[in-house]
Structure formats: C-alpha cells, structure tokens
C-alpha cells in the first residue's frame, strides 16, 4: 500500500493488540467478554449451557485469527487449491476438537476451573452439526480435519441444511423421526457471510443469440435463488493452517419476480420469495438410493453453481487466463452427488467466458476428479431427462453434447457395438429416460477412487467394468480413513495419555504409523494394566450413559458386544440378532456348571433406518422385542443382555467406542465399499468380529488373522453360496433359532430350509414381517 492506503492500514495496525492470548486470565476476560456482549447474559448469573455459547466464542475467535492467516498467506502464495465438492459432512460437534487442534485444551479447563465450571461438562453442552447420513459424510468431515492438519491449500463445499438427519425416537420398539432443527440454538461454529452470495438459476429456456458471427446460447432462466455463504473454519493439529467449510444457504433472490410486487398481492409474492428457501431446508435421510426428486436434484445444482461461481472469482482475483485454470484449480467430487459441477463449468466456460467447447472440454478433463462410494449398481444415481430438461435445460443439452462426443469415441474404439454402446451411454433409454451420473462422472473425470483394495476390484470386473477396458489408468483406490484426532484424542483422553506417555512423544496425533511403536511395550504388564483401567473407566461411563438413555443397568464387569452403523440388510444387524437369540437359547440350555463358564455378555446395537426403509425398521422392532424376552428373563440373569441405543449420531459413537470390547462388521462380504467403523473401534484397541469385505481385508492384513475373529464368506464366494447353501446342517440350526422368535415358523422354515436349501433371505425377511 501506499498514500492514503497506507497510512489506514498503519493507523488500523497500531490499533490491535497482536494475537489473541491463551493464558488463564486473558481466557477467563473473553470468556466473561462474551458472556455480556455476545450472549447478553449478566457475568453474575449464567448456565452452564451459556457458559459453553461463551467459550464457544471466545474459541470461534482464536479460529477466525489463525482462518484470516491462513486466508492471506494463500492469496500471497496463490497455490493450486483443492476444492472438496460434498453433499453431506458429518462433523458433531466443534469445541472439544477445535481446542485440541488449537492446542488450548488445558488452558481452557484452568481457567474454566477457576471460574468454577468443568470444560467437560460444557462441551456436553453442544448439539450435533448432523449434515449427512453415514459412513461417507463423516469421511468428508474427517477428510477436512487432515487436510487442514496437513497444510493443505485446501476448502470444502456443500449445503447448510436447517433440518439436519432426523433424530431417532423409540416408542414401543418403533422408530419415529422427529426434525433435528439444529440451528434453534445458535451455531456459533459458523460465520454468517453476507456480502459473499450468488444467483443461482432454475427452470426456464435456452434461446440463441448471434455473437461475432457465430451463434450462442443463452439460458433465460425461470427462477432465481440467492445462494449465501456460510463459513466453518476448520483447523488443523499442530499447525496454524485453518481453512474453510463454505456451506450454502438459499435465501430469496433481489434479482428477480420484482414485478409480482407491482400487481398488489404483496403478501402472496413474500410468500412465494420464501419458498426459494426450501432448496437447503432438509437433508435426505436415504444414505443410499434418492432417484428423480426435483428437490434432491435442486439442491444438488444450487451448491454447485454457488461453489463454482466462488472458484472462478477467486481464480480471477489472481489470474484472467482459463489455459492456466487446471493449475491453480483441482475439483474433487465427493461421490456423484455434486457431479451437474461438469456441464456447469462446461456451460460457464463456453456460453459466459467464451471459450470453445475444445478449450473448454480440455480444462474440464484436467481439473476434475472422482470418489465413488458404491458398490452396487442399484445404488448409482439417475436423473430423468424430462426432470433435468425442465430445472436446467440448458444443462441437459450440454450432457447431450458430450455424450455424443464419447458415443463417437466409443464407436472408434469398439466399433458398433451396440450393446456396449448402449451401456456406456451417458443417457439411458427405457422407460423413463434418464441421465446416468456416474457415466457423466468417469466420462470427464481424470481419476475415479474406490474406497478400498477390493471396492476398486468390484468396480473393474462388474460395476465399471467396461470404462475400465477402456480407460484402465483413470481408476485408482485410496482406502478410507479416520482422524485420530477426533477417535482417540477427542473420544478417548485416557487412552491418548497412555499411549503417549509409553511412546514418549505425542507426535503419533499427526503421524499415525508412530502408533507402531507400541509393540514394542505390548507385553509390558504396567502397560496391560493401564490400558485395562483406561477401557474400565470408559465402560462405567457407557454403562452411566446406558442407563441414562434407556433405564437398564448394566455390568462394567461384562463383555461389551457392539454393533453401531445405519441399519441395513447388507449390513446384518438381523443376523447378529439371530446370532443373540441362539445364545440365549444355549445358555436356557446349559447346565449350572456350564453356565459358569460363560462370560456376561451385554449385546449393543444402535442406528437409523431411513425412514422409508420398511425392512430396516422392522429389523430395528425385532431388536427390541427380543431384548425384552432376554432382559427380563431373570433364569440367565446378568449372563447375557440386549440394549438398543437409540439416537446414534457422531457424539454417541465418541462414547460408545472407547466402552467397546467387541465390535461387529458383519456386512455381506462384497457389499461395503469400505467401512469406516471398524478403524475407529480398531484404534481404540477394541476388538473386531468382523467379515472379509471392504477395508477389513486390508485391516487383516495390517494386524494379522490371530487379532480378529474373522468369519462367513469371501466375496467370490457369495454369489455360488445365494445359488446353493451348502451346509443343510447349518440351515437347520438356522430354522431352530427362527421357531424361538415364531414357533409356527419353525416349521414352514425347516419345510423351507429342505425344499429349496437356500439360506432364504424371503424366508427371513417373512418372519420380519410376521412379527410386526
Ligand atoms: C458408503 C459406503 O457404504 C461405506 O462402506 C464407505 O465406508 C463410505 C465412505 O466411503 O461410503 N457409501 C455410501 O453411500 N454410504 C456410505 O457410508 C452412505
């Protein structure tokens, strides 16, 4: 700066204090500072609930500081950025982990102290930031948590929903959902951006317009919707590189449908400009199927439009040149959710920047990258033509544009082969016509990641198996992830302690394979002890948090059997609960002698069933009622129970893990892309039962076969063992354990079991039924 310039950033200069200070009596003034001014509660008299909005904020504070930075330093340096596009992040909650990766964790508990609250006490205060469904959501959240600690120039993009996943109620053993409205009290994790909003358009026509000679189209849209950003600073572990989570928000748009004010129904045409507001009210609460809804597809394009308007403006703060876009620019597409990012940069470059379609397509095939999460075929998205036509016509045609360009690619590579034409087409035709999103995706992606060693296997024999004869070099996987920093250091201070103390260094909460290290003290009684009072203290806490959420007392003293995911039938919770029932039966069966062998044995289970998702909420009624026969059956006494967490969310599991001494990843092997579940238990030395199927491959080869109770059939088995069950023996025990839910069933289900051997899944899905 100079002149004027200058001299006012000179004068604003001297007029700050330098840095925010961390020791107990500055911590202790902010604390009190935001206790009057931000929370308007007098110093003399406040909750512990507003205790925590004031630590929040004086937090929040210390964020925008190192955010700013981090902010300046990446203008100055101007590096390619890594754009994170997802429709979902799971992150729970803030204060905890922002203080750790702050690195004031213990002078915030002082001065807390001394102000007379408990900082535990305060953190339990906050609510879950519920922004998405399961496994892949809570990857995205543990993904910005890395990418900050490991200073990458990095943001992430997607929705501020008001409505986050519903919250799980259990009445008489039934699901009922009710809204999670997050926001009624307050987030203080975010910042309101105001001034950084775009326009973002739907509906209406393209029409042509000459320009230099030529023609080009211009999209006259039918609606206008304000996208508002909002920003979650997310720091990174023993750095001061804090980068940004932009969520957007819909608001009415200034812009347009001013002349509906001019007709004299005021009222009416208020109404109506609040309804724009609905496109970021509800997140979907399906984790894995959500085809043709207009809503879905509306809120999938109005976070992609915002998110690219943002990039181009940045890019163009720096640079004015599109040829170097794919070097200052990286897109990476989290699932296919955000994948209408293609023809929107597509429609930006070529009808707005006017570049040419070769130009254009050049730098979308250089700047776009792919993660798919599925492993199913039913599970890939499609969006019907007549739907897409009419939201985003123009979109449409520029799909059409680049299908016609690969089907004419394709048609050199593999001649007229119809039938692979047809299959590898963008556009499906059939009944109802439909745009194929992943196709869209592996089309003008450079890099499509499995999830795992044998997700990307699936994808190039069956799911993508005829992009991948054609591109080979494009698919790639990178096994999935969790940060320690929220699963061990968050979650599990005891544990965090120990282990550093016998590594000597907490270097491991950056570098994970220092937690190698431990082997060599593995044998150390002192340590088997440590750790044995660590996961005791744990338990207490979750036999606490048991009794408080459901009313049944359980025993520290027994074996802790877990099984937390969203619910579903690939996942097994039905067989897991068979699984209990044939236990139950052999302990009604044993004699006293033999009963005193038998380890006490507390069985867990907890997760959503979409709401829609009538099998899964059966599975979770199922649930209920057996552990109402076992719990109140005072002949087995403590010897074995069943309790249904309800309400399982992110701040549950950061319980629930650390108390774990078994855990169960049962899924059918072939159907979990990855698993994220089993590394947070595995971290937290819990051990797994688990089945050969998406990272648990991996994990054994990591740990070794001795470490887990590995069980069931490997993924190239599955397919014969549906045809043809091999072991009657088995099926009959199976039809056993099926008379002690139903007995009528017991013997439709031996008849069953011997006419068609087949371990019938109709069979089980009909006792389901029979018993709601
Ligand atoms: C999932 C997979 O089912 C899960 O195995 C994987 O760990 C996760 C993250 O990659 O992605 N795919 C998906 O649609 N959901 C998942 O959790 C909801």
């Not at 964790?105 to 807390?112: E, F, G, I, P, V």
Request: charged share 25%; with cysteine.
């Amino acid at each position: 700066e100079s002149g004027e310039g200058k001299a006012k950033a000179e004068r604003m200069f001297s007029l700050m204090d330098g840095f925010l200070k961390n020791d107990p009596i500055s911590l202790q003034k902010d604390i009190l500072d935001h206790v009057e001014y931000t929370v308007a509660r007098s110093r003399f008299s406040f909750d512990d609930f507003e205790a925590y909005q004031a630590v929040s904020h004086s937090v929040r504070d210390r964020l925008i500081e190192r955010w700013h930075d981090t902010h300046a330093y990446f203008k100055r340096k101007d590096p390619k950025r890594l754009y994170f596009f997802s429709l979902e992040f799971l992150m729970g909650r803030s204060l905890s982990n922002s203080v750790i990766n702050l690195g004031v964790r213990d002078q915030y508990a002082d001065a807390l102290n001394q102000l007379g609250f408990e900082f535990e006490v305060l953190a339990e205060q906050e609510g879950d930031a519920a922004q998405g469904n399961g496994g892949l959501a809570r990857l995205s959240a543990c993904q910005m948590d890395s990418l900050a600690t490991m200073d990458f120039p990095a943001w992430g993009y997607g929705l501020r929903y008001q409505y986050g996943l519903f919250r799980q109620v259990i009445l008489d053993g039934f699901q009922h959902e009710q809204p999670d409205y997050w926001l009624n009290f307050g987030n203080p994790w975010e910042i309101e951006r105001i001034h950084v909003s775009y326009a973002v358009k739907f509906y209406g026509t393209v029409e042509e317009q000459d320009l230099n000679g030529g023609k080009r189209k211009v999209w006259v849209p039918g609606e206008m919707v304000e996208a508002v950003a909002y920003d979650n600073p997310i720091p990174g572990y023993g750095t001061r590189n804090t980068i940004n989570l932009r969520l957007w928000a819909a608001k009415p748009s200034d812009l347009y449908d001013m002349e509906s004010y001019g007709t004299g129904d005021y009222i009416n045409a208020v109404i109506n400009r609040q309804k724009a507001e609905t496109i970021s009210s509800v997140l979907y609460p399906d984790d894995r199927s959500y085809q043709g809804k207009e809503l879905r597809l509306k809120q999938q394009y109005f976070f992609v439009s915002a998110s690219v308007q943002d990039i181009i403006r940045r890019f163009k703060d720096s640079l004015n040149d599109f040829n170097q876009f794919p070097e200052k620019v990286a897109l990476q597409l989290n699932d296919t959710h955000p994948s209408l990012a293609i023809p929107e940069v597509m429609r930006v470059l070529v009808d707005e920047e006017f570049l040419s379609w070769k130009q254009a397509w050049d730098i979308v095939c250089k700047i776009f990258s792919c993660t798919t999460h599925t492993v199913v075929p039913e599970g890939l998205e499609k969006i019907p033509v007549d739907l897409l036509g009419s939201v985003l016509p123009r979109h449409l045609q520029i799909i059409f544009d680049i299908n016609f360009s690969f089907m004419e690619e394709l048609k050199k590579h593999f001649g007229l082969d119809f039938n692979r034409l047809s299959q590898m087409s963008i556009v499906e035709e059939g009944a109802v016509k439909s745009i194929r999103m992943a196709n869209l995706s592996i089309v003008c992606c450079h890099t499509v990641n499995g999830v795992s060693r044998v997700h990307l296997d699936i994808l190039k024999t069956k799911v993508f198996k005829d992009f991948y004869e054609l591109w080979p070099q494009k698919f790639h996987y990178k096994t999935n992830g969790v940060t320690q920093r929220r699963w061990l250091v968050v979650s599990n201070p005891g544990l965090c302690g120990l282990i550093s103390k016998w590594l000597g260094t907490d270097a491991w909460i950056r570098d994970m394979d220092l937690l190698m290290g431990l082997r060599d003290h593995a044998g150390d009684a002192e340590l088997q002890q440590e750790w044995k009072m660590v996961r005791r203290i744990n338990k207490i806490r979750l036999a606490e948090f048991i009794d408080a959420m459901t009313g049944m007392m359980v025993s520290p003293d027994a074996m802790f059997d877990v099984q937390i995911k969203r619910i579903h039938e690939y996942k097994r919770q039905l067989l897991n609960i068979l699984g209990i029932i044939y236990r139950y039966d052999c302990i009604k069966n044993m004699k006293e002698s033999d009963r005193r062998k038998v380890v006490p044995r507390v069985c867990i289970i907890g997760g959503k069933a979409a709401p829609g998702y009538d099998m899964a909420k059966k599975i979770i009624k199922l649930c209920h009622a057996v552990g109402e026969t076992i719990n109140n059956d005072s002949d087995i006494d403590d010897l074995l129970k069943l309790v249904f967490i309800p309400d399982f969310n992110v701040s549950v599991a950061e319980l629930v893990i650390p108390g774990s001494d078994l855990s169960q990843h049962i899924s059918t092997a072939g159907h979990e892309a990855s698993g994220t579940g089993s590394m947070k238990f595995l971290m937290n030395g819990c051990l797994l039962l688990a089945t050969a199927d998406g990272a648990t491959i991996e994990i054994i080869e990591e740990i070794g076969e001795d470490n887990m109770f590995l069980f069931g059939a490997k993924v190239h088995e599955v397919p014969k063992l549906r045809e043809k069950a091999e072991n009657h023996r088995v099926a009959l025990q199976f039809a056993r354990v099926l008379s002690q839910i139903c007995l009528g069933w017991y013997v439709m289900a031996t008849l069953a079991m011997r006419i068609t051997s087949n371990l019938s899944v109709t069979l089980l899905k009909g006792v389901v039924t029979s018993i709601s």
